[in-house]
Structures are given as structure tokens and as C-alpha cells.
């Protein structure tokens, strides 16, 4: 099994007060260029690809795929048959499964984090279907889509009968959330880090100290069987 990491944005470091504005429209930049990622890779018969996603808590993820099987005649790939079947299967940071379905050879799954951190999305192809492949390979074109980058705007104002400006005000709102959820993960990862640094200064100061004492009781001890040495020797 093969695990990837999606590079949604660069970590984020703390920066003085007079350069925050700067920071503000960095972040904005950041969470509408890295909501969306799209990419395609290629796996074998018996192969499962993962892929790993920092996502935010209460954070709604889409993601579309379509696969494509190798033409040894036509050396291309063409779209796969309806036959072909995709497994589908995500788990969040605490390694529990939120998503476990199977899909066609094209198709959509969607979830919703309730747990911020690293969620694993792994897609394999079904076990029955393997004499489809003849022995060749699968591209699947994956693109996920996190926050509000996954809602469909046009639906939603035809169903809800939202003007443009009322539209536009929605979507600024729901991405200012999506920027919030965003700053409250970047605390989170901080606060984790600095108690993971606490933790191992703490077990690196007790280790020194065990050390000392180790030191010192083999010190003390060899004096006493020096002493007794050469008593027994009548030297002293």
C-alpha cells in the first residue's frame, strides 16, 4: 500500500503584530488555492493507493474520480468499462473509518471531518473485477474539493432564489468560516507541537537525571571497592 501526502499549503509560522495584514491576505490566498486538489495516478491489479489530507473539523470534502485503463492496441488509455469498480475507503486522525463504500469505474464520495488532523483516503479497485485489467494498469484522476470550495453555488441559488449580491454574500460568509476553521486547525497543530516539545524536554531533563545519579552510584561504589581492596591488601 502506498501512502501520499496532499501539500494543501505551507506550515504557517507566528510573525509580529505590524505584519499580520500581510499574513491576513496570505491566508486568503492559501485557503482559496489549496481548498482544491486535483491530480491523477496510476495502481495494479492488487495495488491501494492512499493519500493523506490535513482537513479542519466540520469541514465537508468532496471528491470526484474517473478512471481510465491502458489500450494496449491504441496505446492510450481510454475510459474504463461499467464493469470496473472503485473501493473507496477514509479514516479520520484517530485511525476510525468515516467512509467505507464502494463505487463505479466514475463517480463521487463525500464526507464531513468531525475530528481535525491528517484523514487517510485510500482507493483500490474491486477484487472481482481484475480480468478487466488483462494485466495493465489503471490512471484514476482524483480532485477533491474541501469547505466551501465543494459547494455547487448555481444550486444552491436557483433552489434557494438568491440574487447575485445575495450569492456573493454567502459565499464571502462561508468563506470567512472556512478560513476561520482553518486558523483554528493551524492552533490546534501549534498547541500539539508545543506540548510534544514540552514532553520530550521533560523525558530528555529526567533521562539526564538518571544518568547523574547512575554516574555518581558507580562512582561511589568504586571507591568502596578500592577501599575494601586495599584493606584487605593492608596497604592502608
Known amino acids: 500500500m502506498l501512502i501520499q501526502r496532499l501539500e494543501r499549503s505551507p506550515g504557517r509560522k507566528m510573525v509580529p503584530l505590524r505584519m499580520r495584514s500581510c499574513l491576513s491576505s496570505v491566508l ?62 477514509v479514516k479520520d486522525p484517530d485511525e476510525k473509518v468515516i467512509l467505507s463504500r464502494q463505487y463505479g469505474s466514475e463517480g463521487r464520495f463525500t464526507f464531513t471531518s468531525h475530528t481535525p488532523g491528517e484523514h487517510q483516503i485510500c482507493l483500490h479497485s474491486n477484487s472481482s473485477k481484475f480480468s478487466l485489467f488483462a494485466g495493465g494498469m489503471l490512471r484514476v484522476h482524483l480532485d477533491i474539493q474541501v469547505g466551501e470550495h465543494a459547494n455547487n453555488y448555481a444550486e444552491i441559488a436557483a433552489k434557494d432564489k438568491l440574487t447575485e449580491l445575495q450569492l456573493r454574500v454567502r459565499q ?46 558507580i562512582g561511589i561504589w568504586q571507591m568502596r571497592h578500592l577501599k575494601s581492596f586495599f584493606e584487605a591488601k593492608k596497604l592502608v
Open 28 to 89: 486568503l490566498l492559501n485557503v482559496f488555492y489549496s481548498a482544491v486538489s486535483s491530480l491523477y495516478f496510476h495502481i495494479g491489479e492488487t495495488e491501494k493507493k492512499c493519500f493523506i489530507e490535513e482537513i479542519p473539523d466540520e469541514t465537508m470534502i468532496i471528491g470526484n474520480y474517473r478512471t481510465q485503463l491502458y489500450d494496449k492496441q491504441k496505446e492510450e488509455y481510454l475510459p474504463a468499462t461499467q464493469g470496473l469498480g472503485m473501493f473507496v475507503e
Open 172 to 217: 464571502l460568509v462561508e468563506q470567512v468560516d472556512q478560513i476561520q476553521k482553518e486558523q483554528n486547525y493551524q492552533r490546534y497543530r501549534e498547541e500539539r507541537f508545543r506540548q510534544t516539545s514540552e514532553s520530550t524536554n521533560q523525558r530528555v531533563l529526567w533521562w539526564s537525571i538518571v544518568q547523574t545519579i547512575i554516574l555518581v552510584a
